[in-house]
């Protein structure tokens, strides 16, 4: 163990004894996923059977239908199933935040943060491509990517839109339920990136965007619709601090259940002495050493009335 690693500031927060492992599972390659395209793929078995041929390894991922976990030095990015859209490739734990939305075909959805695509285009094959998803990114350089993405997968429910998710027009008709997929500082992702510590500075002033952008989002859906949240980082600041700035009376987080052999974290109900609204605990946050994924944290919330 490295006593400076500054990822050893969330010992408090891991399960017992399992630090170590923590630190070594950070330095370890992540594996590859990717799931099957159901809108550009007539045969889905028959697109699963081509994945097993080429890689024997593959293994089913719990959260998502025909989503399979395969070795590091996997390239699936280069097989022409890709090119062709019968595949996405797409990071394990971040296939969960949109299995989480409550969505039927017909829905609409606003995807508030949304470059690349990757959940955007999750939630427009769940839908079957129905309804109305509206994928919106801030950064304009980030906008080809993801609408390259929507393209090659075939999608023709979404709509791109470009701007600040803290502004989005709160709409007539409020939409079904949304996502914000937030940035962060990526600490879960030092498994494909390194670790590039952040200052003090930049942590508050992400906090103050991921707050409001989780205000926006609620206020843009209808009551009894679902808005997720989810970060692709550790600290609580970033996590069940935006978490308890939502009035109890706006929406409640609720219980998630984690599918079979998945093993998950609960959200602290304090951090750096600061107690957080009770049902906080009812987040998730996923370790990479529990389910070799990267790290992440998610919480699901239901607008009230
Ligand atoms: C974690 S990434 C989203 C990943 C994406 N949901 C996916 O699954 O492919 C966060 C995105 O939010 C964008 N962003 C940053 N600030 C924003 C803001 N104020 N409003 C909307 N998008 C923002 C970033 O440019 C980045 O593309």
Known sequence: MNATDPLLRYTPLLPDGTTDAFLAACQRPLPRAVWVNPVRADDPPAVV??????????????????????????????????????????????????????????????????????????????????????????????????????????????VVTRGDGNRFPIPATPFDHALVDAPCTCEGTTRKRGHREASDGFRRGLQSTQIGLLRRAIRCVRPGGTVVYATCTYDPEENERVLDAIRPDEAVIEPLSPPDGVRLAPGVPAWGGRQFRPDVVNAARLWPHLNDTGGFFVARLRRLG
């Open 49 to 158: 059977a081509s994945i097993l041929r080429r890689c024997p390894e593959a293994r089913p991922v719990p959260w998502w239908p025909h989503a399979f976990r395969l070795p590091a030095d996997t390239t699936p990015g280069a097989w022409i199933e890709h090119r062709l859209g019968l595949i996405h490739v797409q990071e394990e734990a971040t296939l969960w935040p949109a299995a989480l939305l409550d969505l039927a075909p017909g829905d609409r959805v606003l995807d508030l943060c949304a470059a690349p695509g990757n959940k955007t285009a999750q939630i427009a094959t769940r839908m079957g491509d129905r309804g109305l998803v509206v994928a919106n990114e801030k950064v304009r350089g980030r906008l080809s990517q993801l609408r390259y993405n929507l393209e090659r997968l075939g999608l023709s429910s979404v």
